[in-house]
Each structure stands twice: as structure tokens, then as C-alpha cells.
């Protein structure tokens, strides 16, 4: 059983950036795909980014490439979300997901979420 832990949302203007932080708990961190999801109010819950067990393979949902960037410390068991140049439609509770699987990117593990608000 992995347990994630989300931090680092908040409010944040147009334009700024913010970075989410999942501390997971247990010793298989380092073999688990790790990834980010999140859900706007009123909408489904969709992909944001996936990593590789060692960090070198990243994926990016279209609407956040080249503004997001995911990455990971095995020796910290963390996973982060680097968020720039953000825009009001990324409001949203974003979520921490582990053991992601390749092909579907559905993971075995959630966190709780973090709100993420992003003022015009």
C-alpha cells in the first residue's frame, strides 16, 4: 500500500507559477510511474503528466506541454509539478497518482488533491 501526500497549492494570478509537491510513503516509490491528474468543478477528472520510474520519460497532456513540468527525487520519494505561466482554466484540484499504468496512464494509487486557483 502507498499512501501520497499533496502540497503546495493555492492561489496564484495569471501568469505565476506554483509547484505541487506528493511525498509517498513506502519503499517501492523508485518502481512506480508516477503522475499528475486533476479535476476542474463540474468536469472529469483528466491527465496531466506522467514520469518514469527513473525520471528520464515524461508525457504531458497537450494544454499544459511546455508550461508544466513534472519530475521526481527516488531518494525523497517526491514527485513534483512545476506550474508556469499559468492560466485561470488550470484552476482545478490536482492529484497525486502512483503506480501508474503504461497505455491506459490509470494509476493503482491516488492522493487526496491540492486546490490550485488561478485568478484572471
Known amino acids: 500500500q502507498v499512501q501520497l501526500v499533496e502540497s503546495g497549492g493555492g492561489l496564484v494570478q495569471a501568469g505565476g507559477s506554483l509547484r505541487l509537491s506528493c511525498a509517498a510513503s513506502?519503499?517501492?516509490?523508485?518502481?512506480?510511474?508516477m503522475g499528475w491528474f486533476r479535476q476542474a468543478q463540474g468536469k472529469e477528472r483528466e491527465f496531466v503528466a506522467v514520469?518514469?520510474?527513473?525520471?528520464?520519460?515524461?508525457r504531458y497532456a497537450d494544454s499544459v506541454k511546455g508550461r508544466f513540468t513534472i519530475s521526481r527525487d527516488n531518494a525523497k520519494n517526491t514527485v513534483y509539478l512545476q506550474m508556469n505561466n499559468l492560466k485561470p482554466e488550470d484552476t482545478a484540484v490536482y492529484y497525486c497518482?502512483?503506480?501508474?499504468?503504461?497505455?491506459?496512464?490509470?494509476?493503482?494509487?491516488w492522493g487526496k488533491g491540492a486546490l490550485v486557483t488561478v485568478a484572471s
Open positions: 497518482a502512483g503506480d501508474v499504468k503504461v497505455g491506459t496512464n490509470y494509476p493503482n494509487y
Open positions: 513506502g519503499r517501492t516509490f523508485s518502481s512506480y510511474r
Open positions: 514520469i518514469s520510474t527513473s525520471g528520464a520519460i515524461t
